[in-house]
Each structure stands twice: as C-alpha cells, then as structure tokens.
C-alpha cells in the first residue's frame, strides 16, 4: 500500500488556522484533513483562509475523538512545542521536522500527521497514541509556533523530501570530474610558477569552493575542457 498522510487537528480553536493549514496542505500536495472536535464551525472565515483549497474543506472529517481519527493508521506522529528537558520525559523527546521527512518515506500505509489546540497543544495522554513526535526548534525567548505556521514547515520539510529523487543533484558532477578540474587548474599553477605554497593554497582554495558548490556534469565538463586547453597552451608557451 502507498504512503497515505493524513492530517489530523485536535480542537482546532480558531477558523483562520483551519483554512491556512487547508491551504498549505494544497501547496505541498495533502489532501487529506481530519478534525476532532473542532470549537469552531467551518464557514466564511476558514473558507477565506483556504483561498483555492476549499475541496480540502469541503471534504474534511470531524470525529468526536483522536482515536476515531486513527482508526486505521498505520504510523502516528505528534507535533509539540513542549519539549521534555529530562532525559525520563519519554513522550516529549521528540525529533525534528528535517528528520521526520527522512523517517517517514520508509513507512507504507496511512501515516497521521497529528496536530494540537492552539492554546494548549497535545495532551500526554494524545501523544502517548503517538508513535513519534516532531517539535520545530525555535528561539527560547518565544518557543510556540502558531499551528498553521508549524504545519507550513511540517509540510514543507516532506514534500521537499519527495523532490529528492527528481532532484537536479542527480545531475550532479562525479568526484573524479572534480578532481580532474582540480588537477588542471594545477598545472596551470605550475605553469605559471607560482611558488609551491602558493600552488597549494591556491589549488585547495578552489577544491573548497567545488566542494561547497553544486556543480553539474556538464559544468564540470566545460571546466575540464576550458582549463585543460589554457594548460596545454601555458605548456606550448613554455
């Protein structure tokens, strides 16, 4: 069974919060939103908030608890902003949203995406029916995010994860093209004669700068040719 992400909000208080977080599920591909026990009613305020994502309204669950929302997920995970500072404070030792994203792509199923009150979050008893939780780090002067935005960044770090296979990277440069690149720029340094040291620093100066940068294939490949003709001219030069 394909990965299936639901996103599930515990006592959603406020309207705004509900068509934004409908909303930013559009953005990065969710459909799928459950309520328990909202506060509020859906109506023009949360259909405002949801601008073109009102199928996602239209077509949300409420349930009267958080374990008729799981029903039938496979995998759970919580969010928090109340980290636990002792290492016996099991239920709020979480993980980050970046490592979430590389977690939860190994699951098969239905995965629930669990989020609390806006006044209050999760209760201890709700994240124990979780098998994970995640917490955003923020600044300690003010750690709470509003729900809406933590689920933006929630989202965001998942469907990013998705993206990786169809990623640009796998256009990438190879480390031995690389290292060809280093090898002529090298010799143009010898060509130049410049001192030893000099040669050195300068050479590793731009190793560091292809490790730190994104280099494709076909970069590397003009790079290749380019600095090999100037060595072999320098050479001819000689």
């Given at each position: 069974?394909?990965?299936?992400?639901?996103?599930?909000?515990?006592?959603?208080?406020?309207?705004?919060?509900?068509?934004?977080?409908?909303?930013?599920?559009?953005?990065?591909?969710?459909?799928?939103?459950?309520?328990?026990?909202?506060?509020?009613?859906?109506?023009?305020?949360?259909?405002?908030?949801?601008?073109?994502?009102?199928?996602?309204?239209?077509?949300?669950?409420?349930?009267?608890?958080?374990?008729?929302?799981?029903?039938d997920?496979?995998?759970?995970?919580?969010?928090?902003a109340?980290v636990?500072?002792?290492?016996?404070?099991?239920l709020?030792?979480?993980?980050?949203?970046?490592?979430l994203?590389k977690?939860?792509?190994?699951k098969?199923?239905?995965v629930?995406?669990v989020?609390?009150?806006e006044?209050?979050?999760?209760?201890?008893?709700?994240?124990n029916?979780?098998d994970?939780?995640?917490?955003?780090?923020?600044?300690?002067?003010?750690?709470?995010?509003?729900?809406?935005?933590?689920a933006?960044?929630?989202?965001?770090?998942?469907?990013?994860?998705t993206?990786?296979?169809?990623?640009?990277?796998?256009m990438?440069?190879?480390?031995?093209?690389?290292?060809?690149?280093?090898?002529?720029?090298?010799?143009?340094?010898?060509?130049?004669?410049?001192?030893?040291?000099?040669?050195?620093?300068?050479?590793?100066?731009l190793?560091n700068?292809?490790?730190?940068?994104?280099?494709?294939?076909?970069?590397?490949?003009?790079?290749?040719?380019?600095?090999?003709?100037?060595?072999?001219?320098?050479?001819?030069?000689?």
């Amino acid at each position: 069974m394909a990965l299936q992400i639901r996103v599930v909000l515990v006592g959603p208080e406020h309207e705004g919060n509900i068509g934004s977080i409908a909303r930013v599920m559009k953005n990065f591909n969710l459909k799928a939103l459950w309520l328990v026990k909202p506060k509020v009613a859906l109506g023009l305020e949360a259909s405002v908030y949801a601008v073109n994502a009102q199928e996602i309204l239209s077509s949300a669950k409420i349930v009267a608890s958080l374990k008729e929302a799981l029903f039938d997920v496979d995998w759970v995970v919580g969010t928090t902003a109340k980290v636990g500072w002792s290492t016996r404070n099991i239920l709020r030792t979480p993980i980050d949203a970046k490592l979430l994203s590389k977690q939860i792509f190994k699951k098969q199923g239905r995965v629930a995406l669990v989020f609390g009150r806006e006044s209050k979050g999760l209760s201890n008893w709700e994240l124990n029916l979780c098998d994970l939780v995640v917490t955003i780090p923020t600044s300690p002067a003010y750690r709470t995010l509003n729900v809406a935005a933590a689920a933006t960044i929630v989202f965001y770090e998942l469907f990013a994860a998705t993206l990786e296979s169809e990623s640009p990277r796998k256009m990438e440069a190879e480390g031995s093209a690389l290292h060809r690149v280093e090898d002529y720029f090298e010799e143009i340094c010898k060509s130049l004669e410049l001192a030893p040291h000099k040669q050195e620093i300068t050479v590793r100066a731009l190793r560091n700068v292809l490790q730190r940068s994104y280099v494709s294939r076909r970069e590397a490949s003009l790079l290749i040719g380019a600095m090999r003709r100037t060595s072999q001219r320098l050479k001819a030069q000689g």
